[in-house]
């Protein structure tokens, strides 16, 4: 074999063997069974990890013996001969639910989940050029608003409303303003802000109906009569209509990326924001080209994430299929053409993936 030849397909074994891992990773996680070795704290036997829980001893032995050979599992032979196993407490805090915003873990699923919704329709369009619908991710979608409860629940109240405009955002919303949640989908940050700022009224917009229908069930359990959810396309938002000029905050989370035609979406929100109104837009943290995202750290993990799904759900009839990494520089010459004349962008406090876009509708003051 050519030595220049053997870099690589060194690299492809360490490929091979990461995807595997990735997904005995996620299955490991939905089962929960990093968080019963983290509690746990010591080496056990697969009986003592499967305990009282239900889980099956020999699906346990196999994904234990994936996870020492991955290295995440440390295998420990004691004085009575039998098999021990260990998570390191350092690999529980990134593992386990209980890093909260620090739990890498739950991404595992990520991957594996796109591949059972979507691997052959993504396959075909290959050839086709086809969108997928939404329609085709039940499974995925439902992570996503698990993975966004978690998330907004640890960080959307108490850190990140508090960081906009230098927290006269919250001193609006407790006084009472009218709120949109655009690309709600279940309603969770919608909920969430519902009923931590009572004064203050919030409208959920998305374009999916089950998911409108998941969160008026929650707001009514939840007993929030200060939402409510709406269907509707938020490109025909840009036209004047019975919502133009309403609201004082509009958010948009993770939601412009996925949209058939994501510039007609952002004139619509241009449309529907009050004069004197802000808009956070946040949005994945990457460069518009190629180029610029190779030293990204996630750049593999969310390149994929864009091709199994965000890039084909726009693509759907006729969308322009904007991706998931359209990109700092795409997303502020779009802002700027829906006619937003003051766009800031920062860092999140707590969130490394994303970008926020606080924008408003006249320029600033000279």
Known sequence: MPTDEKPFQDKMVDILNH???????????????FDIMDRIGRPGTVD?????????????????????????????????????FLLPAAHGDVLARRAGSGNLGVY???IPLLTACAMGAVSRGFETGDGIPYTQYPDFHDFMAQLGDAKHRQTLVDVFLPSVDDGRLV????????????GCAQG??????????????????????????????????????????????AAGL??????????????AFDAIHDQTRPLEALQGIHQILADDGAFSM?????DTDIGGNRDHPMGPFLYTVSLMHCMPVGLVDGGDGLGMM???????????QAGFGQVAVMEIPDDPFNLHFFCRKIPPSP
Not at 27 to 33: S, T
Not at 191 to 199: G, I, Q, S, T, Y
Not at 200 to 220: C, N, P, Q, W
Not at 327 to 335: D, I, P, T
Request: aromatic share 6%; hydrophobic share 40%; glycine share 12%.
């Open 188 to 233: 969770v940050a919608t909920l969430l802000m519902a009923r931590a700022f009572p004064a203050s009224r919030f409208t959920g917009i998305d374009i999916s109906t089950e998911a409108l229908e998941t969160a008026r069930a929650d707001a009514r359990e939840k007993g929030l009569a200060n939402v409510c959810f709406e269907r509707r396309d």
């Open 19 to 33: 995807g595997a891992l990735n997904l005995a990773m996620g299955l490991g996680y939905r089962a929960g069974l």
């Open 108 to 110: 595992a699923q990520e």
């Open 238 to 251: 840009r036209r004047p209509g019975d919502l133009s000029g309403r609201f004082d905050y509009i958010t």
């Open 48 to 84: 003592e990890i499967c305990g009282d829980t239900g889980l099956n001893h020999r699906y346990v032995r196999e994904w234990l013996g994936v996870m020492v050979c991955g290295g995440i599992v440390e295998w420990v032979r004691e004085d009575d001969g039998e098999p021990r």
């Open 171 to 182: 001193e609006a919303l407790h006084r009472g303003i009218d709120v949109c949640d655009l």
């Open 326 to 336: 359209w990109g700092r520089q795409r997303a502020e010459e779009m802002l700027a």
């Open 282 to 286: 946040i949005d994945i943290a990457a």
